[in-house]
């Protein structure tokens, strides 16, 4: 019985690199892929220590997976060996009322890639051909492991009808909140970061934010106001995970405005509805992407400097612990973390 390398999660706080059995073809539609690079993201993060409800053990963690096939089964015509993929992480139904209306990214029976079933810190999946997105051949695999927080980004901005020439303010600029950062430059909004991290501060610069805010050092709301000439953003994304900025959106939002809590915090908070309605606010939710792998792959010619940037460290396999250890440290210089095979 063939094996490979993969990082197995037993349990909570109990996990490391093991030989596990190598998967194989069961299904014509079934795709065995060779894994070669994969980003590490903060909900892999959570799975390690517990942190997500819906995780089950023992559980393979990496869904921002860039792959070769290796094999396909009898019924795939797409795709043959020797194809550069990216993995699209989720699974649906295709039949439940999300899915009726092409939104697959809350099927009613969802299963997420690292969280439901096994992901990409391994040497080899199997995945089926429709959740494979063809590469072009001049995009490195360790840059392409970040095409996955661009869709995301994509996503959020699409769900937040961000138009050309609005506001937008972003809480949090860690890999999430650069990556809506970048949707929203392509837009064209004009961009605001409130972060407390000086790096990631620097970095939202560098990736075209118009004003940078720290919140530990000046009065965000003040400063926020003042930029937006006393109207307030048009568009608020919480990137920062914190539920408690809930209630500073809705006083600080624009007329019209929108407020996206990209948060999955389970922290009830109390909210005062009179200004939602006064304003006519909307808030929405956000989850993984739906027909963004496609639009993001079409871009990449206009990517590829910021997937440069974005990418700012790589790793092997055998370095795991290295790079779980700097994507813990939130004063360093690091933005997407890859883990290279």
């Known amino acids: 019985m063939a094996k490979m390398k993969a990082i197995v999660v037993e349990s909570p706080g109990i996990y490391g690199k093991k030989v596990v059995e190598k998967p194989s073809i069961k299904n014509p539609d079934d795709v065995l892929i060779r894994v070669m690079a994969v980003g590490i993201c903060g909900s892999d993060i959570h799975l390690l220590h517990g942190g997500n409800a819906a995780a089950t053990y023992p559980r393979i ?5 860039a792959a070769c096939v290796e094999e396909v089964g009898s019924a795939v015509g797409s795709l043959k060996s020797g194809d550069r993929v990216i993995v699209e992480p989720i699974q649906y139904c295709g039949k439940c009322h999300a899915c009726r209306r ?36 001049d995009i490195p695999y360790e840059l392409a492991a970040a095409i996955e927080p661009c869709t995301i980004g994509a996503q959020a ?8 020439g609005d506001f937008v303010l972003i ?7 650069i990556s809506v950062l970048d949707a929203a430059k392509r837009i064209g909004a004009a961009v605001i970061v409130s972060e407390v991290s000086e ?22 709301k003040n400063r926020v106001m003042e930029i937006t000439n006393g109207s307030g953003p048009n568009v608020i994304f919480d990137a920062a995970g914190i539920p408690a900025l809930l209630p500073d959106s809705i006083e600080l939002a624009a007329t019209a405005g929108t407020i996206v809590p990209m948060s999955f915090a389970a922290t009830p908070v109390s909210i005062n509805c009179m200004p939602i309605n006064m ?16 639009k993001v792959i079409a871009d990449l010619g206009n990517r590829m400097e910021m997937l440069k940037k974005y990418v700012s460290h790589s790793f092997q396999l055998e370095e795991y612990e290295k790079a779980f250890e700097l994507f813990y440290d939130k004063a360093s210089d690091a933005c997407k973390i890859v883990i290279k095979f």
């Open 157 to 164: 901005n699409a769900r937040a009808g961000t138009l050309p």
């Open 102 to 137: 092409g939104r697959h990214n809350v099927c009613r029976e969802l299963r997420v890639t690292s969280v439901h079933v096994d992901g990409g810190f391994c040497e080899y999946m199997v995945c089926k051909a429709d959740r494979l997105h063809l590469l072009p051949h």
């Open 279 to 294: 304003k006519e606010l909307t808030i929405c939710g956000t989850r993984h992407q739906y027909q963004m792998f496609p």
């Open 171 to 177: 809480h949090g600029a860690g890999p999430i909140g």
């Open 199 to 220: 790096n990631r501060l620097k970095f939202a610069q560098g990736f075209g934010a118009d004003y940078i805010i720290n919140p530990a050092g000046e009065d965000y």
């Open 61 to 65: 963690p990496g869904h921002e997976i």
